[in-house]
């Protein structure tokens, strides 16, 4: 069984930690945390050995009564792999920790590109990642792009992507962040960082982006438009979406307007947490005129990156191909309306 430690238990680490434990190759060795909140609580409770992220904190786990199973270096230590899954910036600075102690790393899409030789999406190349000793699990909005883009340039070929990405101002928990009843071009200047970022994946691929932040916390949505090399029906665009596994096509009969609606659907079907590890595409948005096809998906940014690092975590060790793993990740998870 593969060790994985997860070092920063935010939004991504605590899903990564939950993932990994559903998985049938791999053991969690532990998560590593900055403080005893509610989510070092509950982590506890859950079984999850706990470590000290910061060795100058462990009196502040001891004051309010959580056990800590040790120091983060002792995690590394017993790690077969370490998900770094703290804030943007902190992965770099982690890094020298990952390589005294030998453990191959994966960091989050807040990290510089340029940390790694590698940035990953299991779709699109997985088998660049394999042996790496570090490696990058691109951004949620990369994540959705990179998945729309391999299958449209495989299948049709791919002229060029325009993608308008209208972002959430912030996730749900993070009540700091705003922007409050506004809508801000950001950046205002093209591009967004988002282009250039699906071009750590896809490097040959013709691609502008544009973004937008909005006052919303439930998902991203992109507007997106891709010219096409070869003809292609909207109904070919559909059956080849509907054929990948980490692409959701929302039928039309759901009555699915909007953000809202999926996250409601997603707790309905039992998904932890409400997540939603697909990309939702609106069925009825699919469209092509002339060359190019046209379509609205939502991303949601909070979990479309948890198998992408389960993916990753079996890449780096070597165990699996791209499509056995991505099917063991798909089927452990639940993946799947
Ligand atoms: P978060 O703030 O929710 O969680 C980060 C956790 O790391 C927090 O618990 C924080 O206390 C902890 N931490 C801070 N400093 C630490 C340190 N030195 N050592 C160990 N832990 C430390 O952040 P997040 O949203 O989970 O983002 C983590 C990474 O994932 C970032 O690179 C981000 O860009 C990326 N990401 C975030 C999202 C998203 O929508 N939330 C989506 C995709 C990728």
């Known amino acids: 069984m593969l060790q994985v430690g997860i070092n920063g238990y935010g939004t991504i680490g605590k899903r990564v930690a939950d993932a990994v434990v559903s998985q049938p190759?791999?053991?969690?060795?532990?998560v590593a945390k900055t403080r005893p909140n509610f989510e070092a609580e509950r982590a506890v409770a859950n079984g999850y050995p706990l470590f000290a992220a910061v060795p100058e904190r462990v009196e502040?786990?001891?004051?309010?009564?959580?056990?800590?199973?040790?120091?983060?270096?002792?995690?590394?230590?017993?790690?077969?792999v370490v998900v770094d899954a703290t804030p943007s910036g902190i992965g770099a600075e982690n890094k020298e920790l990952y390589e005294t102690y030998d453990t191959p790393a994966l960091y989050q899409g807040g990290e510089d590109a340029d940390l790694v030789k590698t940035s990953f999406n299991a779709r699109a190349n997985f088998s660049e990642a394999v042996g790496a000793d570090h490696v990058r699990v691109v951004?949620?909005?990369?994540?959705?792009?990179?998945?729309?883009?391999?299958?449209?340039?495989?299948a049709f070929g791919i002229e060029k992507v325009r993608a308008t990405l209208v972002r959430r101002g912030g996730d749900p928990a993070q009540s700091g962040r705003g922007p409050i009843n506004d809508v801000l071009p950001d950046p205002v200047s093209l591009p967004s960082h988002?282009?250039?970022?699906?071009?750590?994946?896809f490097p040959d691929l013709a691609i502008d982006t544009l973004g937008l932040k909005v006052p919303a916390t439930l998902t991203h949505t992109h507007s997106v438009n891709v010219s096409l090399e070869r003809e292609a029906s909207a109904a070919?665009?559909?059956?080849?979406?509907?054929?990948?596994?980490?692409?959701?096509?929302?039928?039309?009969?759901?009555?699915?307007?909007?953000?809202g609606a999926i996250k409601e659907f997603?707790?309905?079907?039992?998904r932890p947490r409400g997540d939603v590890w697909e990309n939702c595409i609106w069925g009825e948005s699919?469209?092509?005129?002339?060359?190019?096809?046209?379509?609205?998906q939502a991303i949601h940014q909070e979990s479309d990156v948890v198998p992408?690092?389960?993916?990753?975590?079996?890449?780096?060790?070597?165990?699996?191909?791209?499509?056995?793993?991505?099917?063991?990740?798909?089927?452990?998870?639940?993946?799947?309306?």
Do not use: Q, W
Not at 25 to 30: P, R
Not at 194 to 201: A, C, M, Q, R, S
């Open 194 to 201: 988002h282009g250039p970022d699906v071009k750590t994946i």
């Open 286 to 296: 699919i469209a092509v005129e002339g060359s190019d096809l046209y379509l609205f």
């Open 25 to 30: 190759d791999m053991e969690l060795a532990g």
């Open 266 to 270: 997603a707790l309905d079907a039992g």
């Open 60 to 80: 502040r786990f001891a004051a309010v009564g959580i056990d800590l199973a040790g120091e983060v270096d002792e995690l590394v230590e017993r790690s077969d």
């Open 236 to 259: 070919e665009v559909r059956d080849l979406f509907e054929n990948e596994s980490r692409l959701f096509v929302i039928g039309e009969d759901l009555g699915i307007d909007g953000s």
């Open 139 to 154: 951004s949620c909005n990369t994540t959705g792009l990179s998945r729309l883009v391999a299958p449209i340039e495989e």
């Open 308 to 337: 992408e690092n389960v993916d990753a975590v079996r890449a780096v060790t070597e165990i699996e191909d791209a499509e056995t793993s991505i099917e063991r990740t798909n089927e452990a998870l639940g993946m799947g309306f």
